[in-house]
Each structure stands twice: as structure tokens, then as C-alpha cells.
RNA sequence: GGCCCAUUCGUCUAACGGUUAGGACGCGGCCCUCUCAAGGCCGAAAUACGGGUUCGAUUCCCGUAUGGGCUACCA
């Protein structure tokens, strides 16, 4: 279906220097809920023309992680490096019209004049001497090999930039000066690519972070200087740690692929992602990603940054976990049930069972292998504090009237045991819980009699015979 | 240093001049209960500070403080 002209285009612009940060994540994910709210197109391109330190592999990175969290694009992804033609034709172009000229001073001779600056205390700007060389002069020296960068002529105005997130934004001229588009080897640089895209791409609504407000008089100019329509402005807040410096490495993960290999399912962290900075405007903590598309607003952002609280997302995964269809889970679920998996009735039953007792995929990956498994230990502590010296007997004692049972569901179990506890004259619990770690190795999960039924008479009978075997012959006289 | 941005419970946020400042995570308590969860109920917890403007400021303006960004022939 074609898009009316009047339909947003919004990009997400990524360099391959690292793998996809969360802040990137949501900044990719605000420029998607808000395209497809205004049914708009969401376009991806990749920023790479620092040949320095962007690599092919960390592309494919982020495109996969992309692809994992749900961000689907409508077109590209693009490539900067392949579009330097267009670079170099609006350089030129720049240059024809006036916009832009050539600057022949060396990168030595402008840290001079940075470091004299600095001496003095004054902040330093570019003297603007490329300016005054007329235009023929230039193109001879340019010719004769003479290297140079070509900058663009900034205008002596303030620049206001109106942002939808921050409202009016002023910028001195005194703060400006004439930047550098192209370097000496001719490599454009960052930004006079991203304007050039932006105007080529026809985007209309820039969605980034907040990092880059400070950039954008520069790209205001270049965009007029383009003789392209200035795109709207919407910058979020920075995503900081939990000690509110900026998120990075060192606060653990940062990065998408690694919440990813934690467990965590893609639509909590989009979920979660969405509401650091966004708000539906009531109590709603847990929505779908149709809800999302369907109410996102730019005027329900906030402007100030967000801590990212690994906590709330491990509950929001909880969450998504305690909602997500059986069979679903199960394919989620699945890789990380490396001790094996029960047959399909049982592990999705197991789901059932536990999927509000786990926070993580890799929680429900074990908890469904208990069930395909014997367990190889007991845990210690459970071990100390449910088996005394005549648990053994006990147990003896109700695997042989479990083995009579005819009917094994949860009731009759129940039936069963709390019978057993009444005849040997101890508490259910005194039955219950070494009878749990027999079966799960572990003293705390689902109700006991639910597990038994699951696991089937045969299964659970031997977990209990290896158990009594493991803790002792029973006690002389019990 | 200069320019710019931000500031409501510990955290995410709601309240677009008038609310006992609301919700959620986390925390504590109670209920439920074979354990652990989930769930339900209850509780502690915030408008950074100082000035204005206004009958009235969380909300508007100005300072201060704190945090952050930009200030490259990086992105």
C-alpha cells in the first residue's frame, strides 16, 4: 500500500562500532511505534563511513538483534558506505553554490591554534580563513593537489531549533563554527552524511538521543544550506546506570543480545524499553506491542534521563512469561532445557505449573528438564533440614502404599500421603517436603501432589526408591 | 572554560496553576498455603535548594546546586 506524502518517514541510524546498546534499542523503537502509530515508514541505515572503526561483522550484529527484539523496518537497511557518490555530488554542489569552501590548513596547525586558545582561556573556534580565498584560487590550489577540507559556511544568526520533546531551543552564533564536511582524503563526515540521507531519504521526523542536541544547529544549517526542508526534532534522554552515569559495559549489560542469553523474551524488553521514557498516560505497566503501536505519542515523552532497573524488566519478563501461550513457551524455553526434555503433553503442563514460579526462559528451561531427568543431587540445605532419622522409614512406607495406587492425580495422592502421615503419627509436611526433594532435588517449586501426578507413577516412585537409597538404610527400630 | 539539556518516592513514571501528590518495580507486614512463587490487602517512601509571578505553585520565570551532552579532518 503506498504511503500518502503526508505520511512521517523516520530512520534509525546506528554506526557498527558495538553491538546494539538498549539506548539505541529504544530510540530504534520509538522511531518504529511512532511510524507505525502515523502510519508512517521506518527506515534503517547503517553509519558507517568511520572506516577506522566500524567492522562488517558488528552490522550483522545489530540486524540480528534488531530482528530478535521485534524492530522491523520498512525499508533499507542502507549503507552509508555505499552512498558516497551522493556525498561527494552535494559537497560539490556545496561548494558551486557558495555553501560550503575549501580550508587548507593542516590538522598541526589547527592543534596549535587549539592548544594557544586554550592557554588563554578562550574557547576556540575556526578563524574562518578558508572564507576570504576567492573561489578560483581555491579550485586552482585544490587542483594542484593542495590538501584541504571543505567546511561549510555557517551563518552568523542564532539557530533555534524546535525540538517536540523540549520545545524551542536557541543556539548562539558565537557557539558555531564553520565545521568540517569532508576531510582532506576526501572521507565525508558524520554529519554532513546523516543531512545529506535525511534530505535524500525525505525523512520528516528525527527521533534520537539526546546526546545529539548539541549537533543539530549544525544540522539545521545543513539542511538549508541543502536547500532541504528541515526535518522535525525529537531528543530523548539519555538511558544512565544504575549509579545515573551513562549506561555502558561496565553496569553489566548494555547490550540487547546479552539480556537476549539471560532469558529475557523480546517483547518484555520491548515493553520495558518502551516505558523508560514513555508513558501510556495511565496505570498501565504491561502492554502489546499492537497497544504500543496504536498510542504511541512524541507528547507522552519524557525529557529527562532514565535509569535502567534491571529489576522491573526481570518482573515485566515475568510477566510475559505468566501470559505467553504453553506451546509457545516451550519453543522459547527449550534451548535451555539441557537436561532433556519430557514429552510434549508434559512439558507443556509443566509450563503450566511453573510459569509463575520462574522470571526467565532459562528458569523454565530447567524447571521442564526436571521433568524429562532424574535429578544427579540434592540441594544440601534441604537435605539438613527435611531429613532426620526416621525419614527413610517414612518414605518406605509411603512408596509402598503409593505403589498400590490405582489412581494417580493429585487428589487420590494427596488422599494418599495425608493417610500415610496420619498413620505413622508425624505432620503431612514431615512427608511432603523430603518427598519434593526426592522428586525435584529441590525444596521449593510447584505443589508437590501436582509434580507426582506429572511425573507419573514409575517416575516418581524410583525418584523416591534412589532418594531413600541415597539418605540411608532406615534407622534401627523405626 | 564556553554553549546546551535535565531535576516528583531508591528506580520507572502520573498529575499539561487548585489532588489527602496517583500507579508500578523493589522493600516490609498480613491473607492464601505442603515449600517457593503467583495473587489479594495494608504500609514506609518523592516535588533538589533559594527567590519571584499568582488568590493559589510539582506545574510558569530567574538564580544556585547536582547530573549529563556538545565543543575533532570520531560517530
Same mark, same amino acid.
Given at each position: 500500500?503506498?504511503?500518502?506524502?503526508?505520511?512521517? +518517514?523516520?530512520?534509525?541510524?546506528?554506526?557498527?562500532?558495538?553491538? @546494539?546498546?538498549?539506548?539505541?534499542?529504544?530510540?530504534?523503537?520509538?522511531?518504529?511505534?511512532?511510524?507505525?502509530?502515523?502510519?508512517?515508514?521506518?527506515?534503517?541505515?547503517?553509519?558507517?563511513?568511520?572506516? %577506522?572503526?566500524? +567492522?562488517?561483522?558488528?552490522?550483522?550484529?545489530? @540486524?540480528?538483534?534488531?530482528?530478535?527484539? *521485534?524492530?522491523?523496518?520498512?525499508?533499507?537497511?542502507?549503507?552509508?558506505?555505499?552512498?558516497?557518490?551522493?556525498?561527494?555530488?552535494?559537497?560539490?554542489?556545496?561548494?558551486?553554490?557558495?555553501?560550503?569552501?575549501?580550508?587548507?590548513? $593542516?590538522?598541526?596547525?589547527? %592543534?596549535?591554534?587549539?592548544?594557544?586558545?586554550?592557554?588563554?582561556?578562550?574557547?576556540?573556534?575556526?578563524?574562518?580563513? =578558508?572564507r576570504s580565498i576567492a573561489p578560483d584560487e581555491s579550485e586552482r590550489r585544490a587542483r594542484a593537489g593542495?590538501?584541504?577540507?571543505?567546511?561549510?559556511?555557517?551563518?552568523?544568526?542564532?539557530?533555534?531549533?524546535?525540538?517536540?520533546?523540549?520545545?524551542?531551543?536557541?543556539?548562539?552564533?558565537?557557539?558555531?563554527?564553520?565545521?568540517?564536511?569532508? &576531510?582532506?582524503?576526501?572521507?565525508? @563526515?558524520?554529519?554532513?552524511?546523516?543531512?545529506?540521507?535525511?534530505?535524500?531519504?525525505?525523512?520528516?521526523?528525527?527521533?534520537?538521543?539526546?546526546?545529539?542536541?548539541?549537533?543539530?544547529?549544525?544540522?539545521?544549517?545543513?539542511?538549508?544550506?541543502? =536547500?532541504?526542508?528541515?526535518?522535525?526534532?525529537?531528543?530523548?534522554?539519555?538511558?544512565?546506570?544504575?549509579?545515573?552515569?551513562?549506561?555502558?559495559?561496565?553496569? *553489566?549489560?548494555?547490550?540487547?543480545?546479552?539480556?537476549?542469553?539471560?532469558?529475557?523474551?523480546?517483547?518484555?524488553?520491548?515493553?520495558?524499553?518502551?516505558?523508560?521514557?514513555?508513558?501510556?498516560?495511565?496505570?498501565?505497566?504491561?502492554?502489546?506491542?499492537?497497544?504500543?503501536? &496504536?498510542?504511541?505519542?512524541?507528547?507522552?515523552?519524557?525529557?529527562?534521563?532514565?535509569?535502567?532497573?534491571?529489576?522491573?524488566?526481570?518482573?515485566?519478563?515475568?510477566?510475559?512469561?505468566?501470559?505467553?501461550?504453553?506451546?509457545?513457551?516451550?519453543? &522459547?524455553?527449550?534451548?535451555?532445557?539441557?537436561?532433556?526434555?519430557?514429552?510434549?503433553?508434559?512439558?507443556?503442563?509443566?509450563?503450566? @505449573?511453573?510459569? $509463575?514460579?520462574?522470571?526467565?526462559?532459562?528458569?523454565?528451561?530447567?524447571?521442564?528438564?526436571?521433568?524429562?531427568?532424574?535429578?544427579?543431587?540434592?540441594?544440601?540445605?534441604?537435605?539438613?533440614?527435611?531429613?532426620?532419622?526416621? $525419614?527413610?522409614?517414612?518414605?518406605?512406607?509411603?512408596?509402598?502404599?503409593?505403589?498400590a495406587a490405582g489412581d494417580w492425580t493429585p487428589g487420590p495422592l494427596e488422599a494418599?500421603? /495425608?493417610?500415610?502421615?496420619?498413620?505413622?503419627?508425624?505432620?503431612? =509436611?514431615?512427608?511432603?517436603?523430603?518427598?519434593?526433594?526426592?522428586?525435584? *532435588?529441590?525444596?521449593?517449586?510447584?505443589?508437590?501432589?501436582?509434580?507426582?501426578?506429572?511425573?507419573?507413577?514409575?517416575?516418581?516412585?524410583?525418584?523416591?526408591? /534412589?532418594?531413600? %537409597?541415597?539418605?540411608?538404610?532406615?534407622?534401627? *527400630?523405626?
Amino acid at each position: 500500500m503506498p504511503t500518502p506524502d503526508s505520511a512521517p +518517514r523516520v530512520r534509525f541510524a546506528p554506526s557498527p562500532t558495538g553491538s @546494539l546498546h538498549v539506548g539505541g534499542a529504544r530510540t530504534a523503537l520509538y522511531n518504529l511505534l511512532f511510524a507505525r502509530r502515523e502510519k508512517g515508514t521506518f527506515i534503517l541505515r547503517i553509519e558507517d563511513t568511520d572506516v %577506522e572503526r566500524s +567492522r562488517e561483522e558488528l552490522s550483522a550484529q545489530i @540486524l540480528s538483534a534488531m530482528e530478535w527484539l *521485534g524492530l522491523d523496518y520498512d525499508e533499507g537497511p542502507y549503507y552509508q558506505s555505499s552512498r558516497s557518490e551522493l556525498y561527494r555530488a552535494a559537497a560539490d554542489r556545496l561548494l558551486a553554490e557558495g555553501r560550503a569552501y575549501r580550508a587548507f590548513e $593542516t590538522p598541526e596547525e589547527l %592543534e596549535g591554534e587549539r592548544k594557544k586558545a586554550d592557554a588563554e582561556g578562550r574557547a576556540f573556534r575556526y578563524s574562518g580563513a =578558508g572564507r576570504s580565498i576567492a573561489p578560483d584560487e581555491s579550485e586552482r590550489r585544490a587542483r594542484a593537489g593542495e590538501r584541504h577540507v571543505v567546511r561549510l559556511k555557517m551563518p552568523s544568526e542564532t539557530i533555534a531549533v524546535e525540538d517536540r520533546i523540549r520545545g524551542r531551543v536557541e543556539f548562539p552564533p558565537e557557539a558555531l563554527d564553520d565545521f568540517v564536511l569532508v &576531510r582532506s582524503d576526501g572521507h565525508p @563526515l558524520y554529519h554532513f552524511c546523516v543531512c545529506v540521507d535525511d534530505a535524500a531519504m525525505k525523512i520528516t521526523h528525527v527521533i534520537r538521543g539526546d546526546d545529539h542536541l548539541a549537533n543539530t544547529p549544525k544540522h539545521v544549517a545543513l539542511f538549508d544550506a541543502l =536547500g532541504a526542508p528541515v526535518p522535525q526534532f525529537a531528543h530523548l534522554g539519555m538511558i544512565l546506570g544504575t549509579d545515573r552515569k551513562k549506561l555502558s559495559k561496565r553496569h *553489566g549489560a548494555a547490550a540487547v543480545e546479552e539480556w537476549r542469553d539471560v532469558g529475557i523474551l523480546p517483547e518484555a524488553l520491548f515493553n520495558f524499553l518502551a516505558l523508560l521514557g514513555w508513558s501510556p498516560g495511565d496505570d498501565r505497566e504491561i502492554l502489546t506491542r499492537d497497544e504500543m503501536e &496504536r498510542e504511541f505519542s512524541l507528547d507522552r515523552v519524557g525529557a529527562s534521563p532514565s535509569v535502567f532497573d534491571p529489576e522491573k524488566l526481570l518482573w515485566m519478563n515475568a510477566q510475559s512469561i505468566a501470559r505467553m501461550p504453553a506451546d509457545e513457551l516451550l519453543a &522459547r524455553s527449550a534451548p535451555y532445557a539441557t537436561a532433556g526434555i519430557p514429552p510434549v503433553e508434559t512439558a507443556l503442563a509443566a509450563i503450566d @505449573l511453573h510459569r $509463575t514460579r520462574v522470571r526467565t526462559t532459562i528458569e523454565m528451561g530447567r524447571a521442564i528438564s526436571t521433568y524429562a531427568a532424574d535429578p544427579d543431587e540434592y540441594e544440601p540445605d534441604g537435605l539438613r533440614k527435611h531429613v532426620k532419622a526416621d $525419614t527413610a522409614a517414612h518414605l518406605e512406607r509411603l512408596v509402598s502404599l503409593l505403589e498400590a495406587a490405582g489412581d494417580w492425580t493429585p487428589g487420590p495422592l494427596e488422599a494418599a500421603l /495425608r493417610a500415610a502421615a496420619e498413620e505413622l503419627g508425624v505432620s503431612g =509436611g514431615r512427608l511432603i517436603h523430603p518427598t519434593r526433594l526426592a522428586l525435584t *532435588g529441590s525444596t521449593v517449586g510447584a505443589p508437590l501432589f501436582d509434580v507426582m501426578a506429572l511425573l507419573g507413577q514409575e517416575t516418581a516412585l524410583r525418584r523416591m526408591r /534412589r532418594f531413600i %537409597e541415597k539418605i540411608g538404610a532406615p534407622a534401627p *527400630g523405626a
